[in-house]
Nanobody, 124 residues
Framework: VQLVESGGGSVQAGGSLRLTCKAS????????MAWFRRTSTKEREGVAA????????YYSDSVKDRFTISHDNVGNIIYLQMNSLKPEDTATYYC???????????????????WGQGTQVTVS
């Protein structure tokens, strides 16, 4: 399975960006897709997750009401709409796949089966 992120870049505080992740390869029909981020001083942090076969969506408290995760009808593309960006949102953002439901442990990196290479978001 390959995950390819795009859409990162530099933006001023208060601005918006939309990240896209395209998944390819053999995937089961039951999985959770998520976005994580990492900075030079902080380990990977779960940002948002969506269960491909349902409406369950999860957000970290730090991005709730500012970020929106969504997926296409096929389920192999997810998006992260990021609004009202803050300098503390600066990080490398990673797309991730967890088998099965997202569940309350969706934000634990140890539960992730596949990772993308990451895309840089810089907010100044």
């Amino acid at each position: 399975v390959q995950l390819v992120e795009s859409g990162g870049g530099s933006v001023q505080a208060g601005g918006s960006l939309r990240l896209t992740c395209k998944a390819s390869g053999q995937m089961s029909s039951d999985y959770c897709m998520a976005w994580f981020r990492r900075t030079s001083t902080k380990e990977r942090e779960g940002v948002a997750a969506t269960y491909i076969r349902g409406d369950m969506i999860y957000y970290s408290d730090s991005v709730k009401d500012r970020f929106t995760i969504s997926h296409d009808n096929v389920g192999n593309i997810i998006y992260l709409q990021m609004n009202s960006l803050k300098p503390e949102d600066t990080a490398t953002y990673y797309c991730a796949v967890k088998a099965g439901y997202c569940g309350p442990q969706w934000s634990q990196p140890s539960r992730i089966k596949y990772w993308g290479q990451g895309t840089q978001v810089t907010v100044s």
